[in-house]
C-alpha cells in the first residue's frame, strides 16, 4: 500500500535535484505512479500456477531478477512467470498510452527494467541507451523497495546508501545513484517520504500541465482503467463496462437527470477499482474461498471508495462505489447498511453487477442464460437488492 506513492515521491525529488525541466519531470510523475500498470495485466496468466502470488513476486521486483523469483516460489512452469516479468513493463507502457497520456510516460514505463549492465528487459538496452527517465524510475523504484523492507524509517536510512552502491553500475546508472545518496541526506526528505499526508503533497507538487480534461476525456479514461481492472482474470473481461452501460440504463429509467446518470455510469465503470488490491489467484479461484480470502475480497468496495474520493468532483461517486456491496437485509459488507442507509445510485450498481455476475462465466460454474438470470434477480429482491429496481430492470427487457 502506498508504493507507487512513495517511488513518485523519490522519482520526483531526484527529478527536481537533477534539475530537469518542467516537461520531463510531468513525464516522471506519471511513470512514476503508474510504472506497475502492467501487473494487473500479466496477473491472470499467473492464477492457475500452483503457489505463486504474483502480489509477492511482483513486490519483490525490481531487486531480484525474473529468474531468481521463479527459483524462490518453485514454480511449475518458470517459462511463465518469466514471460510475464518479461511483458508487464512493455504492456504498462501501452496502456499508459492508450489511456491518452503522452506517449513519453509509456516509454518511460517501458525501459523502467532495463539494468545498466544491458541485462535487464525488455530489450536489453544497456548504460545512456536507457532512456533517462527510465534510468530515474529505475533508482526511484529501487530505493522504495530496499525502504519499504525495512522495519522503520531509521533503519531504512542506514541501509538505504548500501544497498544502492552494492547495484550501482550493474543495475542502476553510477550518476543517479550518488545523486540519491546526497538527498537522502537531507531530513526533509525522510520526514516527506514517511507524512501521513504524502499523497496530498503529492497533488500540490504536480508539475503544472496545461488545459483542462473534458468530460468526455474522463469518461475514456475510466473506460481505460476498467479494462485493467477486468484483466485481472479472464472471467472479469468487460465486466465493468456492461455493469455501467446497464446502471446507466436503469439510472435513466427511475427517472434520474441526465447529468447524474452520466456520473453513476462514470462510477460503475470504477465501481471494481479497488479490486486492483485482490490477488488474482483468488478471483479466479474455482473453489470456496478462504476466510482470509473472503475478508481480502470484501476490503475492495472500500478501497475503491478510498481511491475516488481522492479525486476533485468525484467524491459523491466515491461514496456509491463504497455501498455497492450493501443489502437492504442488512446482510452486505463492509458496512453492513440497511435500505434507507444505501444510497439509490448504489443499489441500482448492485443491480447490474449481480446481473452481469450472474450472465459471466464464473470459475465455479458455467454462464445463465438470461431467463435463469432474472429468476435469481427476482429471488434476491427485497434481500440482496432493492426490490422496485429489480423490477424496474426487469421491465426493460
Known amino acids: 500500500m502506498g508504493h507507487a506513492m512513495r517511488v513518485c515521491y523519490i522519482a520526483t525529488s531526484l ?111 544497456a548504460a545512456n541507451d536507457i532512456p533517462q527517465l527510465s534510468r530515474v524510475l529505475a533508482v526511484a523504484d529501487w530505493a522504495e ?17 548500501a544497498e544502492l552502491e552494492d547495484v550501482s553500475e550493474i543495475i ?20 516527506g517520504l514517511f507524512a501521513k499526508e504524502l499523497r496530498r503533497s503529492l497533488l500540490v507538487a504536480k508539475p503544472h500541465e496545461n488545459g483542462k480534461s473534458s468530460w468526455k476525456a474522463v469518461v475514456s479514461l475510466a473506460r481505460g482503467f476498467a479494462e485493467v481492472i477486468d484483466s485481472k482474470s479472464p472471467f472479469t473481461l ?11 440504463q436503469l439510472a435513466e429509467a427511475v427517472g434520474l437527470p441526465v447529468d447524474h446518470v452520466q456520473l453513476i455510469h462514470l462510477a460503475a465503470l470504477l465501481h471494481d477499482v479497488g479490486q486492483l488490491s485482490v490477488p ?37 461517486a466515491a461514496l456509491w462505489v463504497g455501498a455497492h456491496h450493501e443489502r437492504p437485509d442488512g446482510k452486505g459488507y463492509p458496512e453492513i447498511l440497511t435500505t434507507d442507509l444505501i444510497p439509490l445510485e448504489s443499489r441500482i450498481i448492485a443491480v447490474a453487477n449481480v446481473y452481469v455476475a450472474l450472465t459471466s462465466d464464473r470459475p465455479y460454474r458455467r454462464a445463465l442464460s438470461e431467463k435463469d438470470a432474472f429468476k435469481v434477480l427476482t429471488g434476491a429482491a427485497g434481500t440482496q437488492l432493492d426490490t422496485h429496481l429489480v423490477h424496474v430492470f426487469r421491465s426493460l427487457h
Open 145 to 161: 523497495s530496499v525502504i519499504a523492507e525495512e522495519q522503520n524509517s531509521l533503519i531504512a536510512r542506514r541501509n538505504l546508501v
Open 172 to 191: 542502476l546508472d553510477p550518476r543517479l545513484v550518488e545523486e540519491v545518496k546526497s538527498i537522502s541526506r537531507s531530513d526533509d526528505f525522510w520526514l
Open 280 to 316: 488474482a489467484r483468488i478471483m479466479g479461484k474455482p473453489d470456496i474461498l478462504s476466510l482470509t480470502e473472503m475478508q481480502l475480497m470484501q476490503r475492495h468496495p472500500s478501497y475503491s471508495r478510498l481511491i475516488l474520493e481522492a479525486l476533485p468532483g468525484l467524491e459523491e
Open 15 to 125: 527529478a527536481r535535484s537533477l534539475g530537469l525541466p518542467d516537461s520531463q519531470q510531468m513525464v516522471l510523475y506519471h511513470a512514476s505512479l503508474l510504472h506497475d500498470l502492467g501487473v494487473p495485466l500479466v496477473s491472470s496468466e499467473l492464477t492457475e500456477l500452483i503457489g505463486v502470488n504474483e502480489n509477492a513476486l511482483f513486490a519483490a521486483s525490481p531487486r531480484k531478477p525474473p529468474e531468481e523469483l521463479v527459483a524462490d516460489c518453485r514454480a511449475p512452469v518458470p517459462e511463465t512467470i518469466i514471460g510475464a516479468f518479461h511483458r508487464h513493463a512493455s504492456l504498462g507502457g501501452a496502456k499508459a498510452i492508450a489511456l491518452g497520456l503522452p506517449t513519453e510516460i509509456g516509454e518511460t514505463i517501458v525501459s523502467s527494467h532495463e539494468n545498466w549492465d544491458g541485462s535487464g528487459y525488455p530489450e536489453g538496452l
Open 238 to 248: 468487460r465486466k465493468s463496462a456492461r455493469v455501467a452501460e446497464i446502471a446507466g
